[in-house]
């Protein structure tokens, strides 16, 4: 099978759950943003943010050096390393939940959440739960089954969202509306109506425990033997990628937690929470980004084996840059028609972040397809430093351009957008110059420009004409999409028909 095609075929089955989920989650958006103040929405993404760089702490590289050493023809190896690497994350993700559970007070007050002590064991048992329940996941990856990973993904996500809208929307109504009837008196029992953001994380935690258990023929299938010198090779493999991976977290999330420390306390969480629902706006780049990492990281490492290995891996990035160009377009041109209308109009004040943020998420996508050099001739430490440079970047420009009080207001959540830009860009470029000397690839450079280009040049061309009449607006983005895509058509025809 051509390789672009199965590439393509597994990043679309990979890209099921990611997708709906997204979509899903994405609706509980607009859900969220009309039910919770932007206090409310901030105090979520701000736990979440938090969690996120735990999780990158807690799963130690130890995903991505499965995928290095379980690429063997010896099927004996393969069991070692998954049995190893099972042991070693369930070990330390035991050993996290105990510390969570047994400081969690003094971690409540040292975030400032002080009265929120119990959130902080949830989200211990939420992180230990997905930690052990990443190798499991990544040997079905590895194995090549996208199916069976749709199908678990696709049960945590109707789980989660199904107790969102009950805990939040259902046992109140019932309870307001049918107070004494005999569904209400059952409700009561484990509802508590002074709870809210609670059960945002009650939900996750539950979706959370039952991966597990779904996940349970993989881990019952366990040698549980640790072999130390695979163990060894491993974590050597993989400790630059915890850098690299906390590095990662500090240009994704930071800028979250620095709006909510450095902002004026009166106007700091409600402005985390509308930059963290214009943040929700490039679902349609983040989709795809993790659909295709999820196909691709397994993948390259596979076609590595291959002689044309880096003419696949350079056809792969136009591909790439051309569905990021496309999608960054159509969010763009319909984002005052359709998409910023799913969040509530109180966030809707921070409009203006998104084709920033969209973009910066584009140049993420790029340098998630340029850095599998560093993985391919195990240099690691190469994707620590490149992180470490975008981490400075993101911690210097945010600390510079958030406002420190009152009388120091610059740019607020606006600086927080354009440092994530300026980071993105910076990282993909170094990415590309130093993989050019150490795995050098033909990458089409013109090609990346030109769609690039084009997409940002249309953009404008739909923020320049504006129509009174709505329905003639929406013809006239839906032309500039056609445009493109013609454009794509003309240019990549050849290519196309040598891939049937």
């Known amino acids: 099978m051509n390789p672009i095609k199965k590439l393509a075929g597994q990043t679309a089955i990979y890209g099921i759950p990611s997708i709906l989920g997204r979509i899903l989650n994405y609706l509980l958006v607009p859900f969220y943003t009309r039910v919770f ?43 070692k390393v998954y049995s190893t690497g099972m042991i070693s994350l369930l070990f330390t993700s035991i ?19 002080e009265k929120f002590k119990i959130y902080i064991i949830w989200f211990g048992w939420i992180l230990a739960l997905d930690a052990i329940s990443s190798i499991p996941f990544a040997r079905i990856r590895a194995q090549n089954k996208p199916m069976r ?85 491993m974590l050597f493999y993989a400790f630059p990628l915890l ?12 800028d979250r937690l620095l709006l909510r420390y450095l902002l004026p306390a009166d106007i700091a969480a409600s402005q985390v929470g509308i930059y963290s629902a214009c943040y929700k ?30 003419l696949v891996y350079a056809r792969i990035m136009d591909y790439f840059i051309i569905i990021v160009s496309l999608i960054f377009l159509t969010t763009m041109v319909y984002l005052d028609d359709f998409i910023l209308k799913f969040i509530g109009t109180n966030y809707r004040e921070g409009r203006s ?51 420190l009080s009152p009388d120091h207001l610059i740019y607020g959540y606006y600086g927080s957008a354009w440092a994530t830009f300026i980071c993105y860009g910076a990282m993909m470029i170094i990415s590309y110059l130093i993989g050019q000397r150490f795995f050098p690839i033909q990458y089409n450079l013109k090609k990346f420009f030109g769609y690039f280009g084009l997409s940002i040049l249309l953009y404008f061309v739909s923020t320049i004409v504006v129509f009174d009449w709505r329905i003639l607006q929406f013809l006239f983005h839906s032309i500039i999409l056609f445009v493109f895509m013609a454009i794509v058509i003309a240019v990549e025809k050849p290519t196309l028909l040598r891939l049937k």
């Not at 760089?53 to 995928?67: D, H, K, N, Q, R």
């Not at 850098?243 to 930071?254: D, K, L, Q, R």
Request: aromatic share 20%.
């Open 37 to 79: 103040l932007p206090e409310a929405y901030g105090t979520v993404s701000v736990f979440f943010s938090y969690a996120a760089l735990l999780m990158v702490i807690l799963t130690y590289g130890m995903e991505t050096a499965f995928f290095r050493f379980y690429e063997k023809d010896n099927e004996v190896e393969k069991e």
């Open 95 to 113: 050993l996290f939940l105990i510390a969570v559970s047994w400081f969690a007070q003094p971690i409540a007050k040292f975030i400032d959440y």
């Open 149 to 233: 990973f749709a199908t678990i993904k696709m049960v945590n996500i109707a789980i989660n969202i199904a107790l969102n809208f009950f805990l939040i929307l259902f046992c109140p109504y019932i309870g307001n509306h049918f107070g004494d009837g005999f569904l209400a008196s059952i409700i009561k029992l484990f509802y508590r109506s002074d709870w809210g953001i609670e059960y945002i994380f009650i939900s996750n935690l539950v979706a959370s425990g039952i991966t597990l258990l779904l996940l349970f023929p993989e881990i019952a299938s366990t040698k549980w033997r640790i072999h130390p010198d695979i163990w060894k090779k």
């Open 243 to 254: 850098f690299a991976g906390m590095a990662g977290i500090v240009n994704e999330t930071f």
């Open 281 to 310: 706006i490039s679902i349609l780049m983040t989709i795809f980004i993790q659909a295709y990492k999820y196909a691709a990281e397994p993948f390259f490492f596979a076609q590595a084996k291959e002689k044309d290995a880096k």
């Open 353 to 403: 972040v998104i084709p920033v943020l969209m973009l910066a998420n584009l140049f993420l996508g790029v340098y998630y397809n340029l850095s599998i050099w560093y993985k391919l001739v195990g240099k690691t430490i190469w994707g620590a430093w490149i992180s470490i440079i975008g981490a400075v970047i993101t911690l210097v420009l945010n600390l510079w351009w958030i406002p």
